[in-house]
């Protein structure tokens, strides 16, 4: 038997959200964050699962290189309305 704990719980990779738009597509980047790219392949933004009390929320994101630090767009309850939001936003 071992003396040593567990420090903490491995994160457990969530599936891709399906998206209704033939447009984007999703590409991991984590375990719980997506690179949204449009058709020719140009990143829009990142797509990040969030734990809420009511329930699972996805958040755009666009990192900004300067400071490489993500800059949130928005948090929202369906992934398809997050990715309108970098699409358009």
Do not use: N
């Amino acid at each position: 038997m071992s003396d040593k704990l567990i420090q903490s719980v491995p994160e457990v990779p969530y599936a891709a959200p399906r998206l209704r738009s033939a447009r984007e597509h999703l590409v991991r980047a984590s375990a719980h964050l997506w690179r949204v790219r449009d058709p020719s392949g140009r990143v829009l933004g990142h797509l990040r699962l969030i734990a809420d009390p009511l329930g699972m929320r996805y958040r755009a994101e666009r990192l900004h290189l300067a400071t490489g630090q993500f800059r949130l767009v928005g948090d929202f309850w369906r992934a398809d309305d997050a990715v309108a939001a970098l699409r358009y936003g």
